[in-house]
């Protein structure tokens, strides 16, 4: 994903395009499938994150929204 000198950094959906390609030649099928299904869980959890960052934003001012994902990420409050 990173770029080197003789070519630019591409995206994880030509990556994992990449994998998919290599998947039973170069790279074990298996771990192919296990890594684009954490990526895509790892994609579906930073939406819901922006989700709620977008809503809180909407119901509270920044301070009100901070407090409340810190105490979340502590375990004291749900979100």
Same mark, same amino acid.
């Given at each position: 994903?990173?770029? =080197? !000198?003789r070519r630019p *950094?591409?995206?994880i959906?030509?990556? +994992?395009?990449e994998l998919l390609?290599?998947s039973?030649?170069?790279l074990? !099928?298996? #771990?192919?499938e296990? $890594?684009?299904?954490? #990526?895509r869980?790892? &994609?579906?959890q &930073?939406?819901?994150v922006i989700?709620? +960052?977008a809503a *809180?934003a909407?119901q509270?001012?920044y301070?009100?929204? =901070? =407090? =409340? $994902?810190?105490?979340?990420? &502590?375990?004291? *409050?749900?979100l």
């Open positions: 994903m990173t770029g =080197r !000198p *950094a591409v995206g959906n030509e990556t +994992l395009k390609e290599m039973g030649s170069e074990d !099928p298996r #771990v192919v296990i $890594l684009i299904e954490t #990526v869980q790892v &994609q579906r &930073q939406d819901n989700d709620f +960052l *809180a909407e509270y001012d301070t009100s929204a =901070r =407090r =409340r $994902l810190h105490r979340a990420a &502590q375990g004291t *409050a749900v």
